[in-house]
């Protein structure tokens, strides 16, 4: 097998077809046991997540790639740190790699299957039942109110009641509940306020923000800067709004995309991705009054060491020849 990646986009011969039965197509001299043996090695990634499900259907324009490598195995429950929990919420702190909600058509999937590749709110009545010293039967329902990207690392709060969510989300709803990511990005950018209106496609198949009047959702972000990293900056965001890939898309769009973001930058260079597999941004610090008795609450989660190793590369040296802004 060829040791650099491969990477394939889903046509319309292959849409809603399995995943394997897609790589039959690409890779016609590969049987099924050894196309098996390559998603089990964890080499096989859609739109640029682990994939270990044989079965996962594709739509059109997807990407499937190939790794030259085994990726970091998925986070489990160990990777997941409770940071608060009462009766009405629980704070945790997420680790890259793994989803906040478990599609609505993966939720059928067996408990073996879903362990392969857990969403966090699968783990959530196992966190709360250790933490509480109860059968996981006994947490109860948990409503979540926000969420953050796969490949973003941070603070999250669910709701343990219908009263404690509604009034959680009327606080996300207010723009009151404060919340700083840590980013690094491409360049050196001044401390700003990014005001746009974003739509679901600018008109390349991805969310950005739009010129056009009465489209769009509001979306304001600032920045700060905190450090500068040999043509890369580590960069302080605090969201007064909380779009879809916000931080992402404005930063991006000002020509400072995050490292590591696969969606809204251009590649990394071999050399460059093989050092660090994440995004590089996390949410350090999530701030909002208790739902029920309207004490203020205020988390902050350091780096991970994933995201501390990005860091400590770009004070060392530029990476893989990336361009520096």
């Known amino acids: 097998m060829d040791s650099e990646r491969q990477s394939f986009v889903v046509q319309s011969p292959q849409a809603g077809r399995t995943v394997l039965s897609a790589l039959r197509d690409w890779l016609p001299g590969h049987s099924w046991s050894a196309l098996r043996k390559l998603l089990a090695a964890r080499r096989v990634l859609v739109n640029h997540a682990l994939c270990l499900d044989e079965a996962r259907r594709l739509k059109e324009g997807e990407v499937v790639e190939l790794s030259g490598r085994a990726q970091r195995p998925p986070p489990s429950a160990g990777d997941v740190g409770v940071v608060y929990v009462d009766a009405d919420v629980i704070v945790v702190d997420k680790p890259s790699g793994m989803i906040t909600l478990r599609h609505a058509a993966e939720r059928d999937w067996s408990s073996d299957k879903k362990s392969r590749q857990p969403a966090l709110d699968d783990l959530l009545a196992e966190l709360i039942a250790r933490s509480e010293h109860v059968p996981p039967k006994a947490v109860g329902p948990i409503f979540s109110v926000h969420r953050i990207d796969r490949e973003t690392s941070g603070l999250l709060v669910f709701a343990r009641r219908p009263a404690a969510r509604d009034a959680l989300i009327a606080q996300f709803e207010a723009h009151s509940v404060e919340r700083m990511y840590l980013a690094v990005v ?3 950018i001044a401390a ?10 600018r008109g390349d198949g991805r969310r950005g923000s739009t010129t056009v009047p009465g489209a769009g959702k509001h979306a304001v972000t ?3 800067p905190l450090e500068q990293l040999n043509g890369w900056t580590l960069l302080e965001c605090r969201l007064e709004t909380g779009r879809t890939h916000q931080i992402r898309i404005h930063l991006s769009e000002a020509g400072h995309p995050v490292y590591g973001d696969t969606k809204y930058a251009p590649a990394l260079t071999p ?6 597999q994440r995004l590089a941004l996390h949410a350090a610090m999530l701030g909002f009054d208790h739902p029920m008795d309207g004490r203020h609450l205020r988390f902050e989660s350091p780096p991970p060491r994933d995201f501390q190793a990005i860091v400590s590369v770009f004070r060392a040296t530029n990476v893989g020849g990336e361009p520096a802004g």
């Not at 700003?192 to 496609?201: I, K, M, N, R």
């Not at 050399?271 to 660090?276: D, H, I, L, Q, T």
């Open 186 to 188: 491409r360049g050196d």
């Open 192 to 201: 700003q306020t990014f005001d746009s209106y974003l739509v679901a496609d």
């Open 222 to 224: 600032h920045v700060r």
């Open 271 to 276: 050399e460059a991705r093989s050092r660090v």
